[in-house]
């Protein structure tokens, strides 16, 4: 596994005028892996858009190594960094606690009478975002840590997670009006319960749209 970034470089316009929309963003992903492209073998490769310090950056977890020239086609030239990310997933432990960050997509599918599928739609309140992600924790291979105020013997127990971003980019357009995807970011704390699921999802990704810069999970060691 690779674990790659660029700085997406907005101060030339010119040169990012295409990245008008998610799909272009997948676009840029997948032209990075030409070997991929040539063999007719494309990957299943996991990215997100983080905003830091007023900067864009694309971030991208993939099972082969991509084009470091390609990776840079809309990026700040000289800031992109491709490094091996076997080690570190190798490092991971069991009970071991850890900072996350995930951009994800939280949906629900709700039934429609008359029809053998349900319709998949979008949560839309910070409290139906979050507990869509409490009830993938376990799933995903962790438990989102509890905290409580300490100086309130009243208080209740919560999750020590944030929703730190909520928009709606443009998928693609049809007919001159675009898609619009929910997409959300979350940061906090998680321990780690069942270490080889844990490792899957952050090889495989959380939720839906994943091609379109949903579902990557990042975590940094806090013990």
Known sequence: MYLSRVEIDD??????????????????VEQSFPQELNAHER???LWRIDVLGGHRYLL????????????????VPGTVIVKSYDAFLASIRSGQLMQFRLTANPVHTITRPGHKQGRVVPHVTIAQQRQW?????????????????????????????DI????????????????????????GLLRVKNLTVFKQTLTQGIGREKAFGMG?????PQD
């Not at 040169?15 to 929309?21: A, C, P, S």
């Not at 470091?68 to 809309?74: E, M, P, S, V």
């Open 133 to 161: 992600l409490i009830d993938r924790a376990e799933s995903a291979g962790f438990e989102l840590v509890q905290q409580v105020v300490t100086d309130d013997p009243d208080a209740s127990v919560t999750r020590a997670f």
């Open 216 to 220: 990557l999970m990042t975590i940094i």
């Open 164 to 187: 730190v971003s909520r928009d709606w980019p443009i998928l693609h357009r049809r007919m001159g009006r675009g898609v619009r995807l929910s997409r959300v970011t979350f940061e």
């Open 43 to 45: 990957q299943r490769h």
């Open 11 to 28: 101060a030339n316009r010119q040169k990012i005028k295409d990245l008008t929309h998610l799909g272009a963003y997948h676009n840029w």
């Open 60 to 75: 991208l977890a993939s099972h082969n190594r991509p084009d470091g020239t390609l990776l840079g086609t809309y990026g």
